[in-house]
């Protein structure tokens, strides 16, 4: 069964924020609006704290448009991979409370073909998931540079079977929620530095996320959560096995 997880609430009032603009930080709920503001919320399991931001120049509202906005929590950054592939980088301090400057992460371009569906960040690169249910992952040379797409040898993410809703990375698993509700994960074979492949789908939860209530905003993963905010800004959560 869903915990109500009490508190403020998120992204429920002010500026629009879009489902795909609500990121898990490691002790935060971080919220990017359309103005390009950026607001954090900190979390522990079962309490949401109120909303504080980090000034600085806006995210994703100049420039090229934007097609994939994520957060990278690995290097506390958001990165902005726009129109033209390119990867830009504000990156987040949470304790001094700030948003840096864009600067351009190197490589080539990122998540350009028609049929890209996300992009993640991971701990030693990006990773494309597209619509066969592919992963293509570019490697970090470094902090500011990747390199070319290299492909998981991995079964298909989302690809078949109920359509998939929401489709995330969490720490050594892709997690999928379907429109039915269910809960299914792919369990990481090997290390992202190695290719970071993964396995055959399994049911990661026996409860039904965001298929009831009050309409869902945004679902995300947490630790061993995956965070339901309702339209209300109500944060529910259920926890994964």
Known sequence: ?????????VASSGVHVRHDRVFPA???????????????HPVSPGSVGGAF????????????????????????????????GE??????????????????VQGPAVGLAAHDLQVYGTKHGLAVRNANGEVWVHH???????????????????????????????HRRFIVVNTAGEVWAHQRTAPWAYGGNFGGAYKASHELVAVGGVPAKAVIPWKQYILVINQAGE???HTLH
Request: no cysteine.
């Open 87 to 104: 990867v830009w980088a504000h990156d987040l301090d949470f304790n001094s409370r700030y948003t840096g400057p864009a600067y351009h």
């Open 140 to 170: 970090y040379v470094n902090r500011n540079a990747y390199g070319g797409a290299a492909r998981m040898n991995s079964p298909p993410v989302a690809s078949s079977g109920t359509p998939a809703r929401y489709v995330f990375k969490s």
């Open 26 to 40: 490691k002790n935060h709920i971080v919220v990017v609006n359309d103005n390009g503001e950026v607001w954090a």
């Open 53 to 84: 931001q980090l000034p600085g120049p806006a995210v994703a509202v100049h420039g090229v448009p934007p097609k994939f906005v994520i957060l990278d929590k690995n290097h506390s950054r958001i990165l902005v991979i726009n129109a033209a």
């Open 235 to 237: 944060v529910w959560a």
């Open 1 to 9: 069964m869903a915990q109500h997880w009490y508190g403020a609430p």
